[in-house]
């Protein structure tokens, strides 16, 4: 069987010959940043292996392969709506973060009203990035009109695309875990954690790209069940579940449809088995 791949980063360089060993064999599939004639052929393949992020050249890709994908258009749409995502969350009694839309532009007067919903501080979070791009914590309300001007001269430029943001309660000294999914079903997770050094310089975000260290942990029954709810309630074959652990209890912080595989050791036995399963099924 043969596999399309749209990205050539880590994920690729790890699955590929784990699924060779079961018959499946990735390859890369150059969607974007190249030109590419309409009439022309991206090759035979049997499955492809999540929709491009840049949709329209996804479009393009899916009427050329014609197969089947892991995640398809609307999974990636389905987890990228970060608000979309937690409001479908929340109307499956999955805990989530207390967060408010704003659908830019607002009135300073609407951001006043959504600070005093919250203590603070609060985390100012653009509703489509990755990769903690663009968040901002901040703890008095003339910061927050502050950041949100800064948006809002940001967003007058057409291309920016959504306008939308969240403002969510701040969870200190939470446990952030990255737990992934295979057909609603939990098959590893990691903890990823910044550096002691730059937890005591004042630092807060753990995303690996910002320098954060993922570790393979064994999650608790509790964690692994919210995960599985997450992917059950968005619906979503493959999953990463991103989960903040307090004392207070978790919430699911955000999904990603389109997860970063990391090295083998830090999931389960059978992870391989289950997303070859997975793509044979498709």
Do not use: C
Not at 11 to 33: F, G, K, W
Not at 126 to 136: D, E, K
């Amino acid at each position: 069987m043969r596999l399309a791949v749209a990205t050539n980063a880590e994920t690729l360089a790890r699955i590929r010959q784990p699924l060779a060993n079961r018959d499946i064999y990735a390859e890369h599939v150059r969607v974007s940043e190249r030109t590419l004639p309409l009439d022309g052929s991206l090759g035979e393949f049997d499955a492809g292996f999540v929709f491009p992020s840049r949709l329209m050249e996804g479009g393009v890709a899916d009427a050329m392969l014609d197969v089947p994908w892991v995640n398809g258009r609307e999974d990636i749409l389905r987890s990228r709506n970060k608000a979309g995502a937690l409001a479908r969350l929340s109307a499956a009694d999955v805990p989530t973060p207390k967060s408010v839309l704003v659908s830019n532009p607002v009135g300073d007067g609407d951001l006043e009203a959504v600070w005093e919903r919250f203590d603070a501080p609060v985390v100012v979070k653009p509703n489509s990035t990755t990769r903690g791009t663009g968040i901002a914590k901040v703890s008095d309300l003339d910061s927050l009109l502050g950041v949100t001007d800064y948006l809002e001269l940001v967003h007058d430029y057409r291309a920016t695309g959504d306008r939308s943001y969240l403002i969510q309660e701040y969870l200190p000294d939470a446990r952030d875990y990255r737990v992934m999914t295979v057909d609603g079903d939990y098959v590893g997770a990691v903890e990823r954690r910044l550096p002691e050094g730059s937890l005591a310089e004042g630092r807060w975000k753990h995303n690996v790209h910002r320098g954060a260290e993922a570790t393979g942990v064994d999650l608790d029954a509790d964690l692994r069940e919210l995960a599985e709810q997450a992917a059950r309630a968005l619906g979503i074959d493959w999953l990463g579940v991103d989960i903040l652990a307090t004392e207070e209890g978790a919430v699911v912080n955000e999904t990603n449809a389109r997860p970063t595989v990391d090295t083998a050791t830090k999931y389960e036995s059978d992870f391989y088995d289950r997303l070859a399963a997975l793509i044979r099924r498709l």
